[in-house]
């Protein structure tokens, strides 16, 4: 028995299926086109999806699926009572989606609408951009640390990976925002004591262990915190601010050198420069120059194939 949800599915198959494949192979170009339109689709089921992950309609999406596979079943095993109240559900089903998932697809529309249209299709900021975001937001949270006397250590890391100094501490993968990171370090909380890790844009991990620095040249004045700001930044290419609890001052460790009393506009500059600057100059250049390379390649294949064709023709 074929389940009837408005339509007649042997029917569809045939004129809509089977011919549809007769075309493709009458025409392959119209691959590409199928490929496409089966991205976009997949796509687009994706982003709704995560849309709803997480709220009551994942729910109601999962019941709608079970509902799906019932009637299936019923028409199955001929269950004709079951399968014709299923049917009548089925046949609602497009305005019963519509009606369910009203607050989503307003969301949605509401996205499509406003300069949150890049975010609904996962396409994030310019790297670059969010990158000098999260260097204003990691000023701010120091500046209002600095104020309290409240002590701080955020490590920034750059291109040498510290995974081992991340696993010693509390994961968070968390946005960065000067409200988390102020929180963070709120004496007697639990992730106050260690170092804050920001690594690709997120909150790594709190509560990190950092090695001390133990040279000899280093001020005896200086507090554990700035010792573990300095012997991080020996030990890899990492940035360190941090607040002193003792004088609220703003220190920033780098190489293996540590910057004192550094002001907030200083620290903004400091940290756009090494973080921002030159690590998107360098990465600029860089596809610049595969650019360049692809094009000369490209150009001398097409000079060779032209020599080639040449010689061909005076044969």
């Known amino acids: 028995m074929i389940i009837d949800f408005g339509m007649n599915w ?163 993968d968390a946005d960065v925002s000067p409200q988390l990171l102020v929180n963070i370090f709120e ?12 690594s690709g844009n997120k909150i790594a991990a709190a509560a990190c262990v950092l090695p001390l620095a133990a040279d000899n040249d280093i001020a005896k004045e200086l507090g554990t915190r700035h010792r573990a700001a300095i012997g991080i930044s020996k030990e890899s290419d990492s940035i360190v601010v941090v607040v002193s609890e003792e004088t609220g001052k703003i220190s920033i460790a780098k190489d293996g050198t540590l910057i004192a009393d550094v002001k907030e506009d200083a620290l903004k500059k400091i940290l756009i420069s090494n973080i921002v600057t030159k690590r998107f100059a360098v990465e600029k250049k860089a596809r610049r120059n595969k650019i360049r390379e692809i094009k000369e390649r490209l150009h001398k294949e097409k000079l060779e194939s032209q020599i080639k064709e040449n010689e061909t023709d005076s044969k």
């Open 10 to 172: 042997e029917n569809f198959y045939t004129d809509n299926i089977v011919g549809y494949i007769k075309s493709l192979q009458e025409n392959p170009f119209e691959l590409i086109t199928l490929v496409i339109d089966l991205a976009i689709v997949i796509f687009l089921i994706y982003s709704f999806l995560k849309i709803v992950k997480g709220s009551r309609a994942w729910q109601l999406i999962k019941g709608i699926a079970l509902l799906i596979v019932i009637t299936w079943l019923s028409g199955l095993f001929n269950l004709q009572i079951l399968n014709w109240i299923l049917t009548g559900i089925m046949n609602l089903g497009v305005i019963a989606i519509i009606v369910i998932f009203q607050p989503e697809l307003r969301r949605g529309l509401e996205q499509l609408g406003t300069n949150k249209f890049t975010k609904f299709f996962g396409i994030d900021k310019d790297l670059a951009t969010k990158t000098k975001e999260d260097v204003y937001k990691v000023v701010i949270a120091a500046g209002e640390l600095a104020k309290s006397k409240t002590g701080a250590l955020i490590v920034m890391e750059r291109d040498i990976k510290i995974q081992d100094v991340i696993s010693s501490g509390i994961p968070m």
């Open 187 to 198: 004496p007697k909380t639990p992730l106050h004591d260690g170092a804050v890790v920001i």
